[in-house]
Nanobody
């Protein structure tokens, strides 16, 4: 069983940028595609971006690239989601997930999920 832990959430100001981190209970580099999702209140969980098991290939959801950036840290032990120019609408619980399948896997094809980290954007 792979355990994923998200961190970096909190209360932030609109216009700021934020970096969320996803770490795992065992090495994920070269083993899993990692994706980031978010779930806003009352809405379905939404795909944001994914990064390939060895990097640097990435895939973004519709209209997500530019507002979100997905990357690995230098050591390859964490996958970062950078949120640029935060908006009120970015308020959500952000999840990372892992799949052994492919970069463009659908939400239901992700096998392991973290507990999520809350991001609240204030004006």
């Amino acid at each position: 069983q792979l355990q994923l832990i998200e961190s970096g959430g909190g209360l932030v100001q609109a216009g700021d940028s934020l970096r969320l981190s996803c770490t795992a209970s065992r090495p994920i580099m070269n083993h899993y595609v990692i994706g980031w999702f978010r779930q806003r209140s009352g809405r379905e969980r939404q795909f944001l971006a994914s990064i390939d098991r060895s990097g640097p290939s990435t895939f973004y959801g519709a209209s997500m690239e530019g507002h979100f950036t997905i990357l690995r840290d230098n050591a390859g032990n964490a996958v970062i989601l950078q949120i640029n120019t935060l908006e009120i609408e970015d308020t959500a619980v952000y999840y990372c997930a892992a799949t052994s399948l492919f970069l463009r896997a659908g939400r239901d094809e992700y096998e392991f999920w973290g507990q999520g980290t809350q991001v609240t954007v204030s004006s």
